[in-house]
């Protein structure tokens, strides 16, 4: 696929991703609104998302997403979903659906596409690099080579996860060539935290508990933790990786509640659980060693439905 061919003739065009976006969400989308503003100056690029965390403040067109999902646009020619499936879009949702063209680019193994055309490979380490490969490679600038990368270092775990492919080690050394401090990206978005982030973090390993012997270890964060510490969910971001650090767990459940008797998870693996399939069973997705989903019920169901889940896949490749 090659975006340009995608949309040739649209006159306006809606790019959005997923709810609560990360960097790869981010990223992807940035990159491809920056992208489409040069490529068809004359069409009308609008990129809608729920605030994005501060850090990404240093790409300049993040000032230009539309947080709050007003457009003047009643029907857009062309709209592309990126990092998700529809029904996780959020309030873009239904200018996706209304769209007369709609185009869905991910990476995650949960998505199965939507009824428009579809660029779904769960082979890649994230949908910035898959953004990489449907844009004309003379026409990248600076700027869009910066978000490219952030979305790839968040995906990967700066090239730490199992994910990282040699396609994405290569697209990377090609993106650095730009000349964009790219240690500098590293630490500000993905390495450094506020000092309440730190504490929340603090707070989240002394409150875990491990269980299955050791093999699995959860913890949680309530409201009246967020609302002492003046916190919201965005300073939770990579916590559930460093419990998952944790010598000898193979999975990790982290949550926080979202709302009355109601848990946003995240899963976490080394590889021995497959937490994208769990996932998807409560209706969530991801991938085979990170995934998330929402539940209902108290601290204790939640953790209760998941481990028979868990159980049951360590049982299976333990053997």
Known sequence: MKISEEVKGAQTIGISGHIRPDGDCVGSCVALYMYLKKEFPKAQVEVFL?????????????????????????????????????????????????????????????????????????QASSTSELIYKVLDEEKLDEEIAKAIYIGIIHDTGVFNYSNTTPDALAIASKLISFGFDFSGIIEKTFYEKTYV?????????????????????????????????????????GIVSQLNHTEGVECTIFMYKTGMMEYKVSLRSKG????????????????????????????HDVVNNLSLHIEKELQKNMK
């Open 50 to 122: 729920e605030q994005p965390p501060e850090v990404f403040d240093c790409l300049g067109a993040v000032k230009e997403i539309r947080t709050d999902f007003k457009t003047q646009v009643e029907q857009f020619d062309a709209f592309i979903a990126l990092d998700t499936v529809k029904e996780r879009m959020g309030e873009a949702e239904k200018l996706f659906d209304n769209a007369v063209k709609k185009i869905n680019i991910d990476h995650h193994i949960s998505n199965k596409g939507c009824s428009g055309t579809n660029y779904i490979d769960a």
């Open 197 to 237: 982030q730190n504490l929340l973090l603090g707070r989240a390993l002394l409150e875990s508990i491990t269980f299955m012997d050791g093999k699995c270890i959860v913890s949680a964060i309530h409201q009246r933790t967020l609302a002492f510490y003046h916190a919201d969910s965005k300073d939770l971001e």
């Open 272 to 299: 021995m659980v497959d937490v994208a399939q769990i996932a998807v069973f409560f209706g969530g997705g991801g991938h085979v060693r990170a995934a998330g989903c929402t539940m209902n019920g108290t601290f």
